[in-house]
């Protein structure tokens, strides 16, 4: 095991020189190097500050790289504001409860002070991502940087193309994974980055009240967690937040996998990774690691490639697209 001093703590630094091989050829480690040497300290500096007093941002500022890269690849569109007459991506149900635009905000005034015009937002994004891992006490890694801020951010884009929490794992790969060049692995893995955060009552309400419109509860579901969950969420309650890994939802780890293991994830797109044999075993597997209290080091190490994989989708780099100097609009002409 390798370790890397970084926020003060010694953590392990999972290690993939391989990746670099698969890297669109634009984006590189250490783009930055030459024109903002700094760039990467001064997200983690912010970051590290703001998860400090507001550690529940740590969840959604992972997940909104996933709705960035998911939706016509990772070009920082999440992040744009509407326009009079074009709803954005912002707008989109997958989207609406996304937190942490400020956070983004507050990270590129900084990069602006130190650097103008040389960070993008799309590279915040994947930076953020890996620094908010890191401080819940997961993997470390080397970010491939040089993408560029998309032009456009369409609302109905982001719902065709986000996967919805009652999304089927075993049926709709093919819809939502494979034509951004994803398999079945990082499916089951990327879905892992549930171990942090919560979810609101009217993402999964339907597993409680009315599965399949069936007005009852859906069968592979935990009785006893079902119950649980039906003491916090009311029927129609679009409000309270839960916890998707129960008891360890500030913490990067592999417990997530033992609650899809026992019928416990909140999901049905988690519940149905029992279905399929591979991630069945992967899930199984990893289960096993946490329930023995081992360090997830094929969790992490896999963790790694799919969010570097993921990070590398449909990017503009070069002279496509553009570096915002503010996250929410495009910027004026002739700037």
Not at 41 to 55: K, L, T
Not at 236 to 251: K, Q, Y
Request: aromatic share 10%; net charge neutral; with cysteine.
């Amino acid at each position: 095991m390798v370790y890397r001093f970084l926020f003060g703590f010694l953590l392990p630094l999972v290690l993939q020189p391989s990746l670099v091989l698969c890297n669109p050829p634009e984006l590189k480690i250490g783009f930055y190097q030459y024109t903002c040497p700094y760039a990467e300290v001064i997200v983690r500096d912010e970051i590290a500050r703001i998860i400090s007093h507001v550690p529940s941002l740590a969840g959604p500022l992972l997940r909104m790289h996933f709705h960035d890269c998911f939706v016509n690849g990772c070009d920082g569109s999440i992040l744009l504001d509407s326009i009079p007459g074009l709803p954005s991506e912002k707008e989109s149900e997958p989207n609406l409860s996304l937190r942490g635009f400020g956070t983004i905000d507050l990270v590129k005034a900084k990069l602006e002070q130190a650097c103008p015009g040389v960070v993008s937002c799309a590279d915040i994004l994947a930076l953020v991502a890996r620094d908010v891992v890191l401080l819940t006490h997961g993997p470390y890694w080397n970010v491939p940087t040089g993408r560029r801020d998309g032009l456009r951010s369409v609302k109905d884009e982001a719902l065709n193309n986000l996967p919805p929490p009652f999304f089927d794992a075993t049926r709709n790969l093919n819809q939502f994974f494979v034509p951004k060049g994803l398999d079945a692995k990082d499916q089951v893995v990327l879905l892992g980055g549930h171990t942090l955060g919560t979810s609101h009552c009217s993402s999964f309400s339907d597993r409680l009240y009315n599965f399949s419109g069936t007005q009852m509860p859906d069968p592979a579901l935990d009785r006893r967690y079902a119950l649980r969950l039906k003491s916090k969420c009311r029927p129609g309650d679009a409000t309270t937040l839960v916890e998707m890994d129960p008891g360890s939802f500030r913490t990067f780890d592999a417990s997530y996998y033992r609650h899809v293991a026992r019928g416990r994830a909140l999901f049905t797109s988690d519940e149905t990774l029992m279905l399929d044999p591979f991630t069945r075993d992967y899930v199984l597997r990893q289960a096993a690691v946490a329930a023995a209290g081992g360090y997830p080091a094929e969790f992490f190490a896999d963790f790694v490639a799919s969010m570097v994989k993921m990070g590398n989708m449909q990017v503009l780099t070069g002279t496509q697209g553009e570096v915002r100097r503010r996250c929410g609009a495009v910027n004026p002409i002739g700037m």
